[in-house]
C-alpha cells in the first residue's frame, strides 16, 4: 500500500505571495491533519480534515486554511506569505479522527519563503 | 506554559546502553500518549502509544505512563547506532473529544558505536 504522499516537496516563495501544498493520503485514510515543523517551535498542529469538513484547527492566523475534497485528498493555502512561514509543512493520514496509533505522516514539504 | 516539555539533549549513550527519554505534560485531561523517532531529513514515524498507567513494551522499547505524575518515558534498550534520532513525545489534550497531537520539541537521542 502507497504511503501518504506530499506535493511538491520543495518550494521556495517570496514575501506577500501564496502557495498551495498538497496531501494525497493513504488509499482507504479519510482522516488528514496537517503540522508545522520549525526548528523553534517543533511540530504544530494546524488543523485536520474528515468528510471534507475541517474537524480541528491550530492556533494559527487566518493566512492558513485548508480544504478536503471527495477523495480524501487535502490542500493547504497559505497566503501573504511570511519568513516565519518557512518550514517543512507536513501531513499525516489515518482512517478515522483520533487513531493516533494509526496516521502514518508524509515526506513534508520544504518550504523556504525569502 | 508549554503543555509538552521534553529535555532538547543531545542525549549520547554508548552502544548497548539504555537510553531514557523523559516527557512531563501540562494537561491532566490527556489520556493519549505517543512516541515518534525522526531521523535528519525525515518526517516522524509512531514507534510507541500508551493510554493507561504503568509500563508497556515493545520489543527494546518500554513506554512508561504515570498520569499522577504527568510524566511519560521511554527507555531504549540495547541501544543502537540506528537509534540515533530525534525523538518526540506527543499526547492528545483534548481527552479523545477534540483529537489533535500536541508535540515536545524532542530529544535528540546519539549512540556511539
Known amino acids: 500500500k502507497a504511503g501518504v504522499t506530499q506535493t511538491p516537496r520543495y518550494l521556495i516563495k517570496t514575501r506577500g505571495q501564496q502557495v498551495t501544498l498538497s496531501c494525497s493520503p493513504i488509499?482507504?485514510?479519510?482522516?488528514v491533519s496537517w503540522y508545522q515543523q520549525t526548528p523553534g517551535q517543533g511540530l504544530q498542529f494546524l488543523f485536520e480534515?474528515?468528510?471534507?469538513?475541517?474537524?480541528n484547527k491550530g492556533n494559527f492566523p487566518g493566512r492558513f486554511s485548508g480544504r478536503q475534497f471527495s477523495n480524501s485528498r487535502s490542500e493547504m493555502n497559505v497566503s501573504t506569505l511570511e519568513l516565519g512561514d518557512s518550514a517543512l509543512y507536513l501531513c499525516?493520514?489515518?482512517?478515522?479522527?483520533?487513531?493516533?496509533?494509526?496516521?502514518?505522516f508524509g515526506p513534508g514539504t520544504r518550504l523556504t519563503v525569502t | 506554559q508549554k503543555e509538552v516539555e521534553q529535555n532538547s539533549g543531545p542525549l549520547s549513550v554508548p552502544e548497548g546502553a539504555i537510553a531514557s527519554l523523559n516527557c512531563t505534560y501540562s494537561d491532566r485531561v490527556s489520556q493519549s500518549f505517543f512516541w515518534y523517532r525522526q531521523y535528519s531529513g525525515k518526517s516522524p514515524e509512531l514507534i510507541m502509544s500508551?493510554?493507561?498507567?504503568g509500563d508497556k513494551e515493545d520489543g527494546r522499547f518500554t513506554a512508561q505512563l504515570n498520569k499522577a505524575s504527568q510524566y511519560v518515558s521511554l527507555l531504549i534498550r540495547d541501544s543502537q547506532p540506528s537509534d540515533s534520532a530525534t525523538y518526540l513525545c506527543?499526547?492528545?489534550?483534548?481527552?479523545?473529544?477534540?483529537?489533535?497531537?500536541?508535540f515536545g520539541k524532542g530529544t535528540l537521542l546519539t549512540v556511539n558505536p
Open positions: 480534515y474528515f468528510s471534507e469538513t475541517q474537524r
Open positions: 488509499s482507504g485514510h479519510r482522516s
Open positions: 506527543a499526547l492528545d489534550p483534548s481527552g479523545g473529544s477534540n483529537y489533535k497531537l500536541t
Open positions: 499525516a493520514s489515518s482512517p478515522l479522527p483520533g487513531l493516533g496509533d494509526e496516521q502514518y
Open positions: 500508551i493510554y493507561s498507567n
